[in-house]
């Protein structure tokens, strides 16, 4: 399976150089924009909703290495909600039934 990556960026039409500036990847239900911020010139941001983040700094003006990173950094944090979401499981099933009191 392949993730989707695709320059969604807004350009004005007097812009004469037209780089990118947000890209979305779509790995498969979860989308994620890798894009840049007018309060964060000199680097790369991170956004996911699903996820719950919000202009994490990438640290890194490169676009290559700011889709690398963003990679690696929505991997861990899919590793960390996996680990909550089984917790969670394994106490719902191992919890009797559950009365109005919550006891």
Same mark, same amino acid.
């Given at each position: 399976m392949?993730?989707?990556?695709c *320059?969604?960026s807004?350009?004005? =039409?007097r812009?004469?150089?037209?780089k990118? #500036?947000?890209?979305?990847?779509?790995s498969?239900g979860?989308?994620?924009?890798?894009?840049r911020?007018?309060?964060?010139?000199?680097?790369w941001l991170?956004?996911c909703?699903?996820?719950?983040?919000?202009h994490? #700094?990438?640290?890194?003006?490169d676009?290559?290495?700011?889709?690398?990173?963003a990679k690696?950094?929505?991997?861990? %944090?899919?590793?960390d /909600?996996?680990a909550v979401?089984?917790? %969670?499981?394994?106490m719902l099933? /191992?919890?009797g =039934?559950?009365?109005? *009191?919550?006891?």
């Open positions: 392949k993730i989707k990556i *320059d969604i807004i350009h004005s =039409q812009d004469t150089e037209r990118p #500036n947000i890209i979305e990847i779509d498969g979860i989308k994620f924009k890798v894009h911020h007018i309060y964060y010139p000199d680097t991170l956004s909703r699903r996820m719950g983040i919000e994490e #700094n990438l640290k890194t003006y676009l290559p290495e700011a889709l690398e990173k690696m950094f929505i991997l861990s %944090a899919i590793e /909600e996996i979401l089984k917790q %969670a499981k394994e099933e /191992e919890s =039934q559950v009365d109005e *009191d919550g006891e």
